[in-house]
């Protein structure tokens, strides 16, 4: 047997399940969306029908906003950990990316516990207040699950990127009498540039997509994934559901894409 | 001092983050082992709670393990095949099919369930069966397998291996088995663990694939979220923790090796 062909024969397993189970079904997937009573308009529906336009929106939202906060809070957390050496460092880390393997479903429940009926806060805030607070059904429980699965994959890839940074570039910038505020300004925020846009990517993507956290938390609040799975299995709405996955699905791949080309690394998302 | 201020600003803002996602894992492992939570744990220790979950809820955890398990056994032999011919081949097609397998990274799990569903859920015994939660696990993660597998070829200098085990009359089946197999075991190793971690938490596909006779853990998770008192939900909760915390463990210590043998840049 020639090489080549020893090589095809090792593809072509590999070629035949990702035929079968995952080109052939999206392209179904994408016939679906388009088979309904309205045809090809399902698509357009998710931007111009009102409750579809408004969940979008309001996912959008809470992905960006989760982005942002998330970049902030693994930024300050990531550069201190990468830049300092002190006894419990490696313990503080692996804290910091313990939760990476939580399935949606435990961040949520993790969630309940700290803001729920009988969570931390509510038995705080009603041991001190008087008045119990509870909010993990709400949009802050939402937006706190998802801080909660985003920080450990953004510190990972921040950290990564601060153990590259050059550090004669930033003794250059203090020989020359940069403050240390002016040196992070100037410097090392610059330089962490593609590692924010990748982790931002990544970040947002997920928070898109996300359907564990919110199944379990979500019980009025309408974000994309929810409104899929209600329109296939409550409305049994399937055109419209396959049309939103593929929508979902586009611009989960979009911003990955855009994320991998901006920062020149490769990002991907999971959960 | 300005210097030690700043050193303990930042340490105290990174130590209230670890706070935030470790207390509540460690509330739910407590709230598992307590007697009654809502009085605290003065009211004592118990295992009954876990006694109760495994009544319950063993067939899910018995199921999870055997998914877990069937896909790493097919995320192996179709991945690793397909890892070495990607590496050796090169070129236009290989690029094409590389970037293919890792959409499903990008795709929402709900989306990729949809497709399944709409493509296979008329074959009944097929769609009722563990195997169509197989099928599921597979697509999302054998691009980890593939993956984990392509750096440590990459890494290694596959080719003048391969090449010299040929002029030396090995046929492309033993070179595989005898000298590509033995060089990559590092990323199977990675890509193994990596894989049986998240078959085992998988959720966002699986809950959409399931019957009620085919439930699996993070299934059983969900359900005991919704419907279970709080204390059952947590000892459920701590028999997951105590499924994959080895594993993460183990992939630390895998990672770490890695690095240390490899000559820093």
């Known amino acids: 047997m020639s090489r080549a062909t020893f090589l095809r024969l090792c593809l072509l397993p590999l070629a035949a399940v990702v035929m079968a189970f995952f080109v052939l079904p999206m392209a179904r997937l994408a016939i679906v969306g388009a088979s309904g009573e309205t045809g090809l308009r399902a698509y357009s529906a998710i931007l111009l029908e009102p409750r579809y336009r408004a969940t979008l929106i309001n996912t959008v939202l809470l992905a960006a906003a989760t982005t942002a906060a998330t970049i902030v809070i693994a930024a300050i957390a990531g550069l201190f950990l990468q830049r300092h050496r002190f006894p419990g460092r490696a313990v503080l880390t692996a804290m910091l990316t313990f939760p990476l393997a939580f399935p949606g479903v435990v961040v949520g429940f993790m969630i309940i516990l700290l803001a729920g009926r009988q969570g931390l806060v509510g038995d705080m805030t009603g041991r001190l207040l008087g008045e119990k607070i509870v909010f993990a059904y709400s949009i802050q429980g939402l937006f706190l699950g998802y801080l909660y699965f985003s920080i450990p994959r953004v510190i990972l890839t921040i950290m990564a990127a601060v153990e590259k940074l050059d550090p004669a570039l930033e003794e250059a910038a203090r020989a020359l009498g940069a403050g240390p505020w002016a040196v992070h300004r100037d410097v090392i925020l610059p330089a962490l540039g593609p590692a924010f846009v990748a982790s931002s990517a990544i970040a947002f993507a997920t928070a898109m997509g996300a359907f564990g956290t919110a199944f379990t938390l979500a019980t009025n609040i309408d974000v994309l994934p929810m409104l899929i799975y209600t329109e296939f299995t409550l409305s049994a709405n399937i055109t419209m559901a396959a049309a939103l996955s593929v929508g979902l699905g586009l611009v989960a791949w979009v911003i990955l894409a855009l994320g991998r080309s901006l920062s020149g690394g490769v990002v991907a998302a999971a959960g | ?265």
Do not use: C
Request: hydrophobic residues 60%; glycine residues 8%.
């Open chain 2, 1 to 265: 001092m300005r210097e030690r201020l700043i050193f303990a600003g930042q340490l105290l803002f990174t130590l209230l983050v670890a706070a935030f996602l470790i207390v509540p894992a460690f509330l739910s492992m407590l709230a598992g082992v307590t007697a009654n939570y809502f009085r605290g744990i003065a009211s004592g220790f118990t295992l009954q709670w876990v006694i109760q979950v495994w009544d319950l809820y063993a067939e899910t955890i018995a199921r999870s393990l055997l998914i877990a398990v069937a896909t790493l056994v097919v995320t192996i032999v179709v991945g690793v095949p397909a890892a070495y011919a990607l590496n050796t081949r090169g070129g236009r097609l290989a690029r094409v099919l590389e970037e293919v397998i890792t959409l499903p990274l990008a795709i929402p799990g709900l989306a990729i369930a949809l497709a399944l569903l709409l493509t296979y859920g008329a074959f009944g015994d097929y769609r009722r069966s563990w195997l169509f939660i197989l099928t599921g696990h597979v697509v999302f993660t054998l691009p980890f397998m593939v993956r984990a597998v392509m750096a440590v070829l990459a890494a290694i200098d596959v080719k003048t291996l391969d090449e010299s085990a040929a002029s030396l009359g090995a046929g492309p089946w033993r070179r595989f088995r005898d000298v590509i197999v033995p060089n990559a075991r590092p990323g199977i190793l990675a890509g193994a663990l990596t894989v049986i971690t998240l078959s085992l938490g998988e959720f966002n596909l699986t809950w959409m694939l399931h019957t009620p006779l085919t439930k699996t853990l993070p299934v059983g998770l969900a359900d005991s979220y919704a419907s279970m008192r709080l204390e059952v939900a947590s000892a459920y909760t701590l028999v997951f923790f105590v499924m994959i915390i080895p594993l993460l463990i183990a992939m630390q210590l895998l990672a770490e090796n890695a690095g240390a043998g490899r000559p820093s840049s």
